[in-house]
T-cell receptor
Framework: EAQVTQNPRYLITVTGKKLTVTCSQN?????MSWYRQDPGLGLRQIYY???????DKGDVPEGYKVSRKEKRNFPLILESPSPNQTSLYFC?????????????FGQGTRLTVV | AQSVSQHNHHVILSEAASLELGCNYS??????LFWYVQYPGQHLQLLLK??????LVKGIKGFEAEFIKSKFSFNLRKPSVQWSDTAEYFC????????????FGTGTRLKVLA
């Protein structure tokens, strides 16, 4: 089954404790990205990756890091989480094409930083 | 700047009522438009998409959308809503000029009363 898998689904952590949210897709998609969803703000892109070893900042990259060592995986790293990073996070993947295909989304990770 | 506007933030309807959710985009390149639905506690799922051809697009669950180029609009419609349509709906455009990214509107929360 084609899917994007995120882990964990729920996470409560304390300020400053490094954490990683994993994302994996099995569709051989080149393009992967991370979004955060906050009430009234919709989805905002954090980082994206066009392919292995190619990553770039989205609209709200501060406080986040990513890596793309393998095509299927795109982890999101919070080196020193702060309460303003409490949010719902989604990983997405898609083919990369001029007339594009839709993005496929993971189940989401609800992060609370206290 | 490229953007997507959804003017209805909250919509409440009774079952069997007709639905129309507005979406306007600001993007000058090749148009790739999407509507996603997010049921409570779930991830985003594709309802329908438009790349080219017939501007009236039919999606899943009886939804359709009309692309009107002159109005930069891509409104979502359903003739008769059901209680199970209660969800949040996001309009999105894929930007392929410059940065390749999906740009989302802020979403419309639909509540259907049984």
């Amino acid at each position: 089954e084609a899917q994007v898998t995120q882990n964990p689904r729920y996470l409560i952590t304390v300020t400053g404790k490094k954490l990683t949210v994993t994302c994996s897709q099995n569709m051989n998609h080149e393009y992967m990205s991370w979004y955060r969803q906050d009430p009234g703000l919709g989805l905002r892109q954090i980082y994206y990756s066009m392919n292995v070893e190619v990553t770039d900042k989205g609209d709200v990259p501060e406080g986040y890091k990513v890596s793309r060592k393998e095509k299927r995986n795109f982890p999101l790293i919070l080196e020193s989480p702060s309460p303003n990073q409490t949010s719902l996070y989604f990983c997405a993947s898609s083919l990369w094409a001029p007339t594009g295909t839709e993005a496929f989304f993971g189940q989401g990770t609800r992060l609370t930083v206290v | 700047a490229q953007s997507v506007s959804q003017h209805n933030h909250h919509v409440i309807l009774s079952e069997a009522a007709s639905l129309e959710l507005g979406c306007n985009y600001s993007y000058g390149g090749t148009v790739n438009l999407f509507w996603y639905v997010q049921y409570p506690g779930q991830h985003l799922q594709l309802l329908l998409k438009y790349f080219s051809g017939d501007p009236l697009v039919k999606g899943i669950k009886g939804f359709e959308a009309e692309f009107i180029k002159s109005k930069f609009s891509f409104n979502l419609r359903k003739p008769s809503v059901q209680w199970s349509d209660t969800a949040e709906y996001f309009c999105a455009v894929l930007s392929t000029s410059g940065t390749y990214k999906y740009i989302f509107g802020t979403g419309t929360r639909l509540k259907v009363l049984a």
